[in-house]
T-cell receptor, first 113, second 109 residues
Framework: DVKVTQSSRYLVKRTGEKVFLECVQDMDHENMFWYRQDPGLGLRLIYF???????EKGDIPEGYSVSREKKERFSLILESASTNQTSMYLC????????????FGDGTRLSIL | DAKTTQPNSMESNEEEPVHLPCNHS???????IHWYRQLPSQGPEYVIH???SNVNNRMASLAIAEDRKSSTLILHRATLRDAAVYYCIRSVGADGLTFGKGTHLIIQP
């Protein structure tokens, strides 16, 4: 089974801090994704990457950046955290092959105070 | 825009079959139908996907209408552990998924 591991289940940070969310997958997948999930808004795509050092903006990239230095690891960075970035953050990976399913981590619930 | 329509919630009894409907009337020929579910405090979990014909796996069955404008996820014998939000999604290629609000499935003991 594919394993997608997010480094923290819960995280509390302060406004203005630089925040790193880490995600690791163990299936050699090319594609990785970061989403945020908010009540009433569903999942929204922040950034995705289809290869090492490659990144693409999703629907809501403002205030975020990403890093993909190794195939198995995809990091989401909040450059200067703000309270409206309090959310559940979900990482996913996707292998090659047309229309394969995405595999999700358990999420990081981030609170910005 | 999720481009799929699902009921907000459904209720079923334990050990009975559950049929979760999804409408996707604007689906194109290359869109697959994917189903995911999300249990409380967990990330979404893949359930099943298909293109044209019915599909079965150890978790569920997927019945796709002949015109592909709708589909039904079938849980053959619901358990309390199946209580979750179920999402029906159109998916093409390696782009990110668009999740709508899904169906909140309640299982009564």
């Amino acid at each position: 089974d594919v394993k997608v591991t997010q480094s923290s289940r819960y995280l509390v940070k302060r406004t203005g801090e630089k925040v790193f969310l880490e995600c690791v997958q163990d299936m050699d997948h090319e594609n990785m994704f970061w989403y945020r999930q908010d009540p009433g808004l569903g999942l929204r795509l922040i950034y995705f990457s289809y290869d090492v050092k490659m990144k693409e903006k999703g629907d809501i990239p403002e205030g975020y950046s990403v890093s993909r230095e190794k195939k198995e690891r995809f990091s989401l960075i909040l450059e200067s955290a703000s309270t409206n970035q309090t959310s559940m953050y979900l990482c996913a990976s996707l292998g090659d092959g047309f229309n394969q399913p995405q595999h999700f981590g358990d999420g990081t619930r981030l609170s910005i105070l | 825009d999720a481009k799929t329509t699902q009921p907000n919630s459904m209720e079923s009894n334990e050990e009975e079959p559950v049929h979760l409907p999804c409408n996707h009337s604007t689906i194109s020929g290359t869109d697959y139908i994917h189903w995911y579910r999300q249990l409380p405090s967990q990330g979404p979990e893949y359930v099943i996907h298909g293109l044209t014909s019915n599909v079965n796996n150890r978790m569920a069955s997927l019945a796709i209408a002949e015109d592909r404008k709708s589909s039904t996820l079938i849980l053959h014998r619901a358990t309390l552990r199946d209580a979750a939000v179920y999402y029906c999604i159109r998916s093409v290629g390696a782009d990110g998924l668009t999740f709508g609000k899904g169906t909140h499935l309640i299982i009564q003991p």
